[in-house]
């Protein structure tokens, strides 16, 4: 085993699924803001006013899940793949466990009950009742970081298929 396998480390979040959002929501509270005071309305239920109100109202709505998404973590942990995710069990899986690797796409009804990522590469071990698995999201976490865990997966298990373009 060299110090690739060895190393511990937490694959590092990527803020992009957060800013798109943020970015508009942010931007139209300001709008609002901006021309409610250029406009000389400042009577607080003006139109421009109930603008910067509703872009407010869209960033604390959303500050909850940018949170669920900063409790989502994938750490390397002694030879042990463990996956931290907000108001759910963690989930552990030894790298010598690992039975397939694979990309996946979430179904409509995994999108509507929002537990897992859209895109994702999952890992999996076990069979049937015993299988479980862990959740790699390429939005959520930064694309060299993935890399990095699979080639310790790989270098550990070269018998497994790792996916195209994550080696």
Same mark, same amino acid.
């Given at each position: ?9 937490? /694959? ?8 798109? /959002?943020?970015?508009?929501? *942010?931007?139209?509270?300001?709008? &609002?803001?901006? !021309?409610?005071?250029? #406009?000389? *309305?400042?009577? =607080?239920?003006?139109?421009?006013? $109930? =603008?910067?109100?509703? &872009?407010?109202?869209?960033?604390? #709505? ?8 900063? @409790?989502? @973590? ?22 010598? +466990?690992?039975? /397939?690797?694979?990309?996946? *796409?979430?179904?409509? #009804? +995994?999108?509507?009950? !929002? ?9 999996? #071990?076990?069979? &049937?009742? $015993? ?5 790699? *999201? ?10 990095? /865990? ?8 070269? +018998? ?8």
């Amino acid at each position: 085993m060299n110090d690739l396998a060895s190393t511990d480390f937490s /694959l590092r979040r990527s803020t992009a699924p957060y800013r798109t /959002l943020s970015t508009v929501f *942010s931007l139209v509270a300001i709008w &609002g803001f901006v !021309m409610a005071v250029t #406009s000389g *309305s400042l009577a =607080l239920n003006s139109g421009y006013w $109930n =603008l910067f109100w509703t &872009g407010l109202m869209l960033i604390g #709505s959303y500050l909850p899940v940018i949170y669920m998404g900063y @409790r989502y @973590r994938i750490v390397l942990q002694e030879g042990v793949i463990i996956q931290k995710a907000f108001n759910m069990r963690d989930v552990a899986i030894k790298i010598q +466990d690992i039975s /397939l690797i694979k990309v996946e *796409s979430s179904s409509a #009804s +995994d999108v509507a009950k !929002m537990n897992r990522p859209f895109t994702r590469i999952a890992i999996y #071990s076990g069979t &049937g009742r $015993n299988r479980s698995f862990i959740d790699v *999201s390429p939005k959520h976490f930064i694309a060299d970081d993935i890399r990095r /865990l699979m080639r310790v997966i790989h270098e550990q298990r070269p +018998d497994l298929t790792v996916p195209k373009h994550w080696l």
